[in-house]
């Protein structure tokens, strides 16, 4: 037995090792791209069209976007990480749809299919995809709550600097957001991911050692003047009682600093609102009369003795008009955060199956002709009734999403952006440089839309 074993083996060696000819494995590449194509044209029967014979494995068809020569890293963030590109929405219309690494996505591109996803069928629509630096930072958008607390605490600076990174740096979220399209890039040392843990790690100690502070200064008899101190008022409450181990650990440390997550604190609370007031001011400088209408109903309404506050925004239609459009010609959030189908649906007429990355493309809303008249102009005036009223009811501005994933943090926005924008037009005239020259109006791609730098004049009002 022994040596028929010996004899054996060599000649299996030998006859394995025959099939692993060049010819035989160009044989087997063949066969596995055919398959692949053909489950991928199984996977999207039915659905909006799209590329389809140029996916490959693992990368899907992020071969099949062609890069304009000499763009550079942040110029492509639209064209492999879920923002449109011409070249697809000329050859497949405003609905289309393609593999992106592991995932099939669509893009919506019309007013139609937008409201589809964000309103009509919002339940279908509801999930996030499983982006392994959406579960590192909890993405959601964004909570009613005060963030007063840290404003004079000395750690606040470098809270705002790691959020003004995270927004900005582009090289950085070009990267992740490709790894993102591949659920096996978390299990490799990437230092795009590294960064980014880092970064929310800081922030969550930061947070952290913020709500110690707070729970030492706690007075549960006192007046509650913002979430933090109610979410302490009942897990105090739950501590208290017996036989609620469960509800306590709800109301637990990490679960009452959920809320305050990066993006959650800072999405709508700092960073997309100091980016519009940016948004405002450069379409003002470009936009002279604009600004003289808005200080000259500033001066009828609310005079020269006293700073605007909340209970003047219905007297001052044309500041809140102005906030209107500079949200939906600025577009800070060109797209809304990928949506992810819960359960199979329909979009269309198309089918859309479980598990689907769905993207709406709230920029393409806000700059249709058909929805809106010369929508490349810079016109409050549209937002403004026969009755010198605000529209509030429009819907065709969607600047916080819709439905169920509109951002908890729209009113708060809102009140913040009309309290500083009308106290600057107050006190300040802004002017263009001395040269003449206006801010560039162009936009730079980010994880969010914000202006390039510019220098202005600014003028003290008398």
């Known amino acids: 037995m022994t040596f028929i074993w010996q004899i054996w083996v060599p000649k299996m060696e030998l006859a394995v090792s025959e099939y692993f000819t060049v010819g035989n494995i160009f044989l087997a590449i063949v066969f596995l791209l055919i398959l692949n194509q053909l489950v991928e044209l199984y996977q999207f029967r039915n659905m909006p069209p799209g590329f389809r014979l140029t996916s490959l494995p693992f990368v899907g068809n992020l071969l099949s976007f062609a890069s304009p020569k000499g763009a550079k890293q942040t110029e492509q963030i639209c064209m492999l990480c879920f923002f449109a590109s011409a070249v697809l929405k000329e050859k497949y219309g405003n609905l289309y749809s393609l593999k992106v690494g592991s995932f099939k996505t669509v893009i919506a591109e019309d007013a139609a299919s937008v409201k589809g996803v964000l309103v009509k069928k919002s339940a279908d629509y509801a999930g996030r995809p499983p982006f392994h630096s959406f ?63 880092e970064m929310t790690d800081r ?41 609620t181990e469960e509800k306590a650990a709800i109301l637990s440390d990490d679960y009452i600093i959920n809320p305050f997550t990066p993006t959650n604190m800072f999405s709508a609370g700092h960073e997309t609102t100091s980016t519009t007031l940016r948004w405002a001011i450069a379409y003002l400088v470009h936009n002279p009369g604009c600004q003289t209408e808005i200080q000259n109903q500033l001066d009828e309404e609310v005079g020269r003795d006293r ?36 359960k199979d649906t329909t979009l269309a007429g198309y089918r859309v199956p479980k598990d689907t990355v769905v993207v709406p493309n709230l920029m393409a809303v806000h700059m ?19 009755d010198g009223q605000v529209v509030t009811n429009s819907v065709n501005i969607l600047p916080f999403s819709a439905g169920r994933r509109v951002c908890a943090g729209e009113a708060l926005a809102k009140v913040e952006l009309f309290f500083f924008l009308s106290r600057m037009l107050h006190n300040f005239t802004f002017l263009p440089q001395e040269n003449g020259v206006l801010p560039d109006l162009k936009g730079v791609d980010g994880f969010t839309r914000f202006p390039a730098p510019y220098n202005i004049r600014v003028k003290k009002r008398q």
Not at 175 to 194: C, T, W
Not at 368 to 386: A, L, Y
Request: net charge negative; aromatic share 8%.
């Open 135 to 197: 579960v590192m930072s909890t993405l959601e958008l964004s909570l009613d709550i005060r963030i007063v607390f840290l404003s004079s605490h000395p750690d606040f600076q470098e809270l705002l600097d790691i959020n003004n990174r995270a927004f900005t740096d582009t090289e950085l979220n070009s990267q992740v957001l490709k790894l993102d399209n591949f659920p096996i890039a978390k299990y490799f040392p990437f230092k795009a991911y590294q960064i980014e843990k």
């Open 203 to 243: 922030m969550f100690e930061i947070l952290h050692n913020q709500i110690r502070e707070q729970e030492k200064a706690f007075d549960p008899e006192a007046e509650i003047e913002n979430l933090t101190g109610s979410l302490l008022k009942e897990k105090l409450g739950a501590e208290n009682e017996v036989g």
């Open 307 to 342: 700073m605007p506050g909340l209970d003047d925004r219905p007297s001052l239609p044309l500041v809140q008009a102005t906030i209107m459009e500079t949200l939906r010609l600025g577009n800070v959030a060109e797209t809304a955060l990928p949506h992810y189908t819960l």
């Open 368 to 386: 249709d002709p058909s929805c809106w008249e010369d929508p490349t102009k810079f016109n409050p005036h549209r937002h403004i009734d026969g």
